[in-house]
């Protein structure tokens, strides 16, 4: 038989794997015959999908994972990666609930690194206050504990009126930084403003704990308890600010502020003067010590006091309702045939 003849007869004798069969053997015996070890073995591209998936198949195996072939092949026929994510890294149930709840964090997706803190310093500078606050939070997404991130967020949250977000920031820092009182302070402050008194207190005394030597702590105590109405521990609070402190003036006129509300204006007097020296062009300052010196029947220093007052602050009211009354007793006195009653005023001074 010439090679012709032979030639035609191999080929009509010879028959073909049907496709699904071929599909499912070929990788089998790929792994069955060790090809998995030949990675570092140039082979035809055609052959490389094969070798991908009798790798995968060989760890299924070994794994003790029963692995359907036929199906990945009809409906991926284009090469798969042979490389397979570690079991460590695949996910591993939803987002930690924390992060879930965070507050403060707003959630974003990038291709790419965003320095988002970067551009909320950016937008702070041109005043753009809400795009700042925006940028800072996509940040704190990023890195729930980045101080900075948070004391900014912090005090754009104040600037926006968004007090709720400020606090969460501020006892955030507080927890991170558990050795410095600054963010508790803060706070405290913001508690205060907002009425929460016995909050309030609750975080400075921590803050007082933490920094026994910062005279602020003791002052934004002693402002919780006078607006708790509770003078004792408030003026208490605000003589340990002073004895920190002695030229804290708004320590000093806070001092004044409680013993006027408890009927002690002698010493009142003695500290709102000492204020008055310190914070020479705050009015609200010079308004209580006229109330002190007004009590004390020393009506020409009162009446000085409230001028200064009005003369620093055109438009504070309880100042100039002061110096008018003033003015009406002064011409009382001058007029002996006016036997009106001069009416009778005691406003509580300014808190700081």
Known sequence: MSPRTKKTSRRTLGFTLPPALKKALVPSCLAALGLAAWTDVP??????????????????????????????????????????????????????????????????????????????????????????????RRALHDEPSDTEALTMAARLARLQGQSELALTAYARLGSLMPEEAGALIQQARLLVSLGRHAEAVRVGEEAVVRAPEDAEGYQVLGRAHLASGELSPAILRF???????????????????????????????????????????????????????????????????YAQATRLSPRYVQARVNADRMSRVAKADLSPSDTRTPEVLSPLPELH
């Open 239 to 305: 003589q340990q600010a002073v004895h920190l402190e002695p030229e804290h003036g708004y320590a000093l006129n806070n001092l004044g502020f409680a013993y006027l509300r408890a009927g002690e204006d002698a010493k009142a007097a003695e500290v709102l003067a000492r204020a008055a020296e310190l914070l020479p062009h705050v009015a609200y300052v010079h308004n209580n010590l006229g109330v002190a010196w007004e009590r004390l029947g020393r009506k020409e220093e009162a009446r000085g006091a």
């Open 43 to 136: 082979l035809p591209a055609t052959l490389r999908p094969w070798l991908a998936l009798a790798e995968q198949h060989a760890r299924a195996r070994d794994a003790g994972i029963v692995v359907d072939l036929a199906p990945t092949f009809a409906e991926a026929p284009l090469p798969i990666s042979a490389t397979l994510p570690a079991t460590s890294e695949l996910p591993s149930g939803p987002a930690p609930r924390a992060a879930l709840e965070d507050a403060l964090a707003l959630s974003h997706e990038h291709t790419r690194r965003v320095d988002h803190l970067g551009r909320a310093r950016a937008l702070r500078e041109l005043g753009d206050v809400s795009g700042a606050l925006t940028e800072v």
